[in-house]
Nanobody, 121 residues
Framework: VQLQASGGGLVQPGGSLRLSCAAS????????IYWVRQGPGKERELVAG???????YYTTSVKGRFTLSRDNAKATSYLQMSILQPEDTAVYYC????????????????WGQGTQVTVSS
């Protein structure tokens, strides 16, 4: 499967952005979709994940601020990010994997190209 992430940009603290991850292929529902970010000088961090049936996972730092959803008919996942803070600044990647939920990004099978999110006044 091929993934295309989009929607990044520059936003002020407290603002919102919506990232999209569009996938090719007809088996989108069989994949967990993950959003992983890497900030400047930081390790890769799993932000959120969603199963084909809509079960979600969020890392603690984004709970209550980020919402992950998917539209299987459109083969697209959406990461709605609100109350953004400077520490959310990172390149955000979407990834897909069929082998069940894992918090280890090294095990994700497919990756998109990343989209830059910068939170700054």
């Amino acid at each position: 499967v091929q993934l295309q992430a989009s929607g990044g940009g520059l936003v002020q603290p407290g603002g919102s952005l919506r990232l999209s991850c569009a996938a090719s292929g007809s088996t989108f529902r069989s994949y967990w979709i993950y959003w992983v970010r890497q900030g400047p000088g930081k390790e890769r961090e799993l932000v959120a994940g969603i199963s084909g049936g809509g079960s979600t996972y969020y890392t603690t730092s984004v709970k209550g601020r980020f919402t992950l959803s998917r539209d299987n008919a459109k083969a697209t996942s959406y990461l709605q990010m609100s109350i953004l803070q400077p520490e959310d600044t990172a390149v955000y990647y979407c990834a897909a994997d069929r082998s069940g939920f894992t918090t280890n990004p090294n095990r994700y099978e497919y990756w998109g190209q990343g989209t830059q999110v910068t939170v700054s006044s």
